[in-house]
């Protein structure tokens, strides 16, 4: 079969060579996405901050993470005595990870987080919201100049900047503990803490003065005067919350995400789309009729669940346990409409006569796995457990 196809297997090999040497020769445009991510080196990335970091303070141990913060707190623990530092376009944070956040700085540690918009959760409880100022947009050639108010950072000429990086200003919404601690030349306020506990939260509106770009061609001095103001003995970078999440990883994905090898994969497909449309009718056999295998129930559930062992989606198995456990809800119980609440939960608990907090977490656990893209082996052992200890129960 090769060797009768020799020919259109050598032009199909040479076209994918020289479409890869032509796109991977060309030169490649220069990627303006927002990122934000400690691992870019792209105009907006934060490569160039992070790596500084780990050389300005080479006392504190630096340690990145990639979960959110419940999952983080539950799983490793916050450590003690540090600073988390989040740098996105919009810090946006459910109800348990907020919760979690704060706790983490009533305690005495920091939190600086520099976006251009919040959560509302995140807005109503620490009393603050952004503007976006119209005019800085216009005149976006023109300078910005900013300022601390502490007399030791403050500069005699101000920190200059673009305008574009300073078009959103901080506002507080009442008179609690909330201190101002830069502003521009118009004294809108950039930077405020707000202090929670024995801890702070160092509210930011200027995610990309903290960028390669700007560090490397604007003032690089002033994310680092701002960031000077946190305290601890280690430094706790946010991979996490970022315009654009980290995803799983694959060959396939990474071949889509290079324009040369991308244009090259589809070629290929492209020929053997076209080889199976002329080619494979003249080489077509007779189909063999194959009789259907007989109710081999056991060997079904076994294979299925080989498939989904060796798949690894542990919230594709959970979410199908939750589905099924509702499904079992419905007709037993006639339970139409399901929510987390602890009123629904206290209700189901009595009807069914199990204990509310085993209710409780099957409902929160399942809102948390649906929440998030990567469910751990843990978590989904520890949820099936509770529908089994639920089962269990009500037969």
């Known amino acids: 079969m090769i060797k009768k196809n020799r020919i259109f297997i050598i032009i199909v090999a040479a076209l994918f060579i020289v479409l890869m040497i032509i796109e991977g020769t060309r ?11 400690g691992n870019d080196k792209i105009p907006y990335g934060s490569y160039v901050l992070r790596d500084l970091l780990k050389n300005i303070y080479p006392e504190r141990k630096f340690i990145d993470y990639n979960e959110g913060v419940y999952m983080y707190s539950k799983y490793n623990g916050f450590p003690e005595n540090s600073a988390f530092i989040f740098i ?35 807005m109503d409880t620490l009393n603050f919201r952004t503007t976006f100022d119209w005019k800085n947009t216009v005149d976006s050639s023109k300078k910005a100049h900013l300022n601390f108010y ?15 990086f300073s078009e959103f200003t901080l506002n507080s919404t009442d008179g609690k503990p909330t201190s101002v601690l830069a502003t521009d030349n118009n004294q809108n306020a950039k930077l405020i803490r707000i202090q929670r506990g024995k801890g702070n939260i160092f ?15 604007g003032n690089y001095r002033y994310p680092f005067v701002a960031l000077s103001y ?16 980290p995803e799983v990883s694959s060959p396939l994905r990474y071949i889509l995400t290079q324009p040369a090898l991308t244009a090259a994969y589809y070629l290929l497909m492209i020929a053997i789309l076209f080889y199976l449309l002329f080619r494979g009718k003249r080489k077509q ?4 009729v194959i009789l259907p295998h ?35 809800l419905r007709n037993k119980f006639f ?30 656990y399942a809102r948390i796995i649906n929440s998030h893209a990567w469910t751990s082996d843990e978590e989904l052992i520890y949820f099936n457990s509770k529908i089994e200890e639920f089962y269990n129960k009500t037969k």
């Open 230 to 245: 946190l305290r601890g003995n280690s430094i706790v970078w946010d991979e996490f919350y970022k315009p654009n999440k």
């Open 335 to 364: 339970v139409k409409n399901m929510s987390d609440d602890d009123e629904f939960c206290r209700q189901l608990s009595e009807s069914s006569g199990v204990d509310f907090i085993t209710v409780s977490h099957i409902f929160k």
């Open 285 to 288: 056999r007779v189909i063999p």
């Open 294 to 328: 007989g109710n081999l129930s056991l060997e079904f559930a076994n294979t299925l669940g080989q498939l989904y062992f060796n798949n690894g989606n542990n919230k594709d198995i959970a979410l199908k346990k939750y589905n099924h456990f509702c499904d079992y």
């Open 88 to 122: 996105t376009k919009n810090f946006v944070l459910d109800k348990l990870d907020f919760e979690r956040l704060l706790s983490f700085v009533k305690k005495g540690n920091d939190v600086f987080v520099s976006a251009e918009d919040f959560s509302k959760n995140i």
């Open 203 to 217: 509210i930011s509106t200027t995610p990309l003065l903290f960028t390669n770009y700007n560090i490397l061609y």
């Open 27 to 37: 030169k490649k445009p220069v990627d303006w996405r927002y990122s934000f991510s």
């Open 150 to 164: 502490n007399p030791v950072l403050k500069s005699d000429t101000g920190y200059t900047i673009l305008n574009v």
